[in-house]
């Protein structure tokens, strides 16, 4: 294993999204947070980052006897270690983290993405899962809550594939619904032409619109009791839906441009939520 070097390679880049939806949490809860998003930086990174599945069974083996030295108190990783200091004040169980290895595991057979819907749910099971983990050790305590987190975490997850479309496409894979393609006339060779055709912006459209709604509901649907302590969901939906807001300005062109927030908007975006949640107490 190549493992993050030590712990301040979890903490996020200053300026970036994480950076700012964990600004106002306790450092306890920071450290917690980080850790698990580094956590799932590693498996995204092993499940986008290898052609050979044979090597991402090896280190997802790797993984499964690494989380039962974690829960024995023998944990050899650096993320094991951050997370060891967790383990009983956040109720971090050794059964979510394996349910979640299993789950990156049945993704190493690429198979066709169905619906938005599907699309939804894989994600749920997958990033969502680690977001709820981070919403039950921030003590959150409506489970509508945590179910919302998990939600957030699938579509902020969501959007950041579809950012990195051209990523995809560059090794031959397409993440995108097959019926939502087929809905738009869009093939795979559409979605690599110099030009975007009128069906390409229209999927693109059709994608990005439904994001930013499902991340204004689940913001508007968050119950008022967790608003503060699980307030870095609050904040990274704010933050993706202003991205959506901003790719539509660019008129989706989604293989041409990666959008990004100024460091100086995404604060004040931060802020804003965060003074927004305390009046919905």
Partial sequence: MQPVKNLQDMAPLAGTNFYYSTLF????????INALFAFLSEFEKLIHGYTDPGITRIKLQWWREEIERLFSGQPRHPLSKQLSNQLQACNLTRASFNAYI????????????????????????????????AAQGCAGEDDASILLS?????????????????????????????????????????????????????LF??????????LD???????????????????????SATTCIEIAKD???????????????????????????????
């Avoid at 459209?205 to 499902?214: F, V, W």
């Fill in 205 to 214: 459209t059709e994608m990005i619109c439904h994001i930013h709604k499902d």
């Fill in 25 to 32: 949490h306790p450092t306890a809860q920071k450290h917690l």
């Fill in 251 to 281: 008129k989706y062109r989604l293989t041409e441009n990666r959008i990004t927030l100024t460091p100086i908007r995404r604060l004040w975006i931060a802020w804003k939520t965060k003074n927004t949640s305390k009046w919905h107490r």
């Fill in 150 to 202: 998990g939600r957030i975490g699938a579509l902020v997850s969501m959007l950041a594939q579809m950012q990195d479309i051209r990523r995809f496409l560059d090794r031959g894979q397409c993440p995108l619904p097959a019926q939502l393609m087929e809905k738009h006339h869009v093939h795979m060779q559409d979605l690599m032409a110099e030009n975007l055709s009128q069906n390409v912006t229209g």
């Fill in 102 to 133: 299993d789950h990156t595991e049945s993704l190493i057979n690429v198979t066709p993405i169905i619906s938005y819907e599907d699309w939804l749910v894989t994600l749920q099971a997958g990033p969502g899962s680690i977001w709820k983990m």
């Fill in 217 to 239: 509901d689940c913001y508007a649907d968050f119950p008022n009791t967790d608003r503060i302590a699980l307030l870095f969901c609050l904040i990274m939906a704010r933050l």
